[in-house]
């Protein structure tokens, strides 16, 4: 693991955006649902649901069919089925996920929410924001803005305790 892996604390970012998304509560009278992005936005959605005091369930969308490079990739090997616990029609909806880059994934994942009703807003969250956006989407709420090349990869992961943390690989 790289120097770059340790300063991208996953537990201190998530504190932070976990304050950035209170500040807004206490801003903002509407109440928020929460939809992770599999799978690590629904990992941090289920602990904001729990930190936040949150009587909606955290729902979760996998977006492996709703990507515009499906045809190319095809189907993941790890696919989840949406559930979305709530009535996405009117909804105040807080979309998380864990790194965004180039935006395709939110669009995918936005494109799902519709499927299921006409949310009244749809606000992003993220731990980090990478740079190298392809489409003009931009997070509320993010805890760090770290650019990185397009050949690195970072990707959040969990342990058994439920601790996050980065890993920084480059290809």
Do not use: C
């Not at 936005?41 to 602990?47: F, L, Q, T």
């Not at 989840?80 to 180039?102: C, E, M, N, R, W």
């Amino acid at each position: 693991m790289t120097t770059l892996a340790t300063t991208l604390n996953a537990e201190t970012l998530y504190q932070q955006l976990l304050s950035q998304i209170r500040t807004h509560l206490i801003a903002d009278p509407h109440p928020l649902s929460i939809v992770g992005i599999h799978s690590g936005g629904v990992w941090i959605a289920e602990r904001l649901v729990n930190d936040l005091g949150s009587a909606v369930a955290a729902g979760q969308i996998d977006v492996s069919f709703y990507r515009d490079d499906y045809a190319a990739k095809g189907l993941h090997a790890k696919v989840k089925p949406s559930q979305i616990p709530f009535d996405v029609d009117g909804a105040h909806i807080l979309l998380v996920d864990d790194v965004l880059y180039t935006g395709r994934t939110i669009r995918a994942a936005m494109n799902e929410l519709f499927d299921y009703g006409r949310p009244a807003r749809i606000l992003l969250a993220a731990l980090v924001d990478r740079g190298g956006r392809e489409l003009p989407i931009a997070a509320d709420f993010v805890a760090h803005v770290a650019p990185f090349e397009p050949a690195v990869s970072v990707n959040l992961q969990r342990a058994e305790d439920g601790t996050l943390s980065f890993s920084i690989d480059h290809a």
